[in-house]
């Protein structure tokens, strides 16, 4: 069965420095991942997705992560962090079904 | 192009009522999932639906829940005599075909609240 289990509940950093959120995914095949973010009270968009092509993906706003197959994770980084990064992020696989297998969510903070 | 609608934004029900969330797929989209989001909590799959045909509600509570999309109109999340568990955000999402390979577009979402 597909899962991701993000490994961070919450993150902080300060303005200017870098992030890294990291999630670790379970699959019995070649997975469909992504993340998405969710600024408070708002939907959820789409920062960048993997779907088994080059393993450094890059999406939205700066934002990257990298497939790693040997250590099943898809770690979200950002070199420098912005005041308006602020927000709830979630790693996302691909079920069998077509739906989507949320991860419990990483509140990122970023300090002036 | 507009993005996946839902509507209404917020919603406010009194145990035992009724609950009628509505969700209007991206042009061209004719899957739809619908997701609940409940506080502090990631989001949680619940219904997969084609045009006229449940896919997949294996995530659907068993009773008070139930979900379509028909032919014409909307897809609808209804929830019969609700409870103040039932509090919570629920999105939508679309997608054009049911393939891996398309992510999902999501709705802004509707919080109800159960009083």
């Known amino acids: 069965a597909q899962s991701v289990t993000q490994l961070d509940s919450h993150v902080s950093v300060s303005e200017g420095t870098p992030v890294l959120l990291r999630c670790n995914y379970s699959?019995?095949?070649?997975?469909?991942l992504f993340w998405y973010v969710q600024h408070p009270n708002k939907g959820l968009q789409l920062l960048l997705k993997y779907t088994s092509a080059a393993t450094l993906v890059k999406g939205i706003n700066g934002f990257e992560a990298e497939f790693k197959k040997s250590e099943t994770s898809f770690h979200l980084t950002k070199p420098s962090a912005h005041m308006s990064d602020a927000a709830e992020y979630f790693c996302?696989?691909?079920?069998?079904?077509?739906?989507?297998?949320f991860g419990a969510g990483t509140r990122l903070t970023v300090k002036p | 192009n507009a993005g996946v609608m839902q509507n209404p934004r917020h919603l406010v029900r009194r145990r035992g009522q009724e609950a009628r969330l509505r969700c209007s797929p991206m042009?061209?989209?004719?899957?739809v999932y619908w997701y609940r989001q409940l506080p502090e909590e990631g989001l949680k799959f619940m219904v997969y639906l084609q045009k006229e045909n449940i896919i997949d509600e294996s995530g659907m509570p068993k009773e008070r829940f139930s979900a379509e999309f028909p032919k014409e109109g909307p897809s609808i999340l209804r929830i019969q005599q609700v409870v103040r568990g039932d509090s919570a955000a629920y999105f939508c999402a679309s997608s054009p075909t049911g393939s891996g390979i398309y992510e999902q577009y999501f709705g802004p979402g509707t919080r109800l609240t159960v009083t």
């Open positions: 699959s019995s095949y070649s997975p469909s």
């Open positions: 996302v696989v691909r079920g069998g079904n077509n739906d989507m297998r």
């Open positions: 042009k061209g989209h004719s899957h």
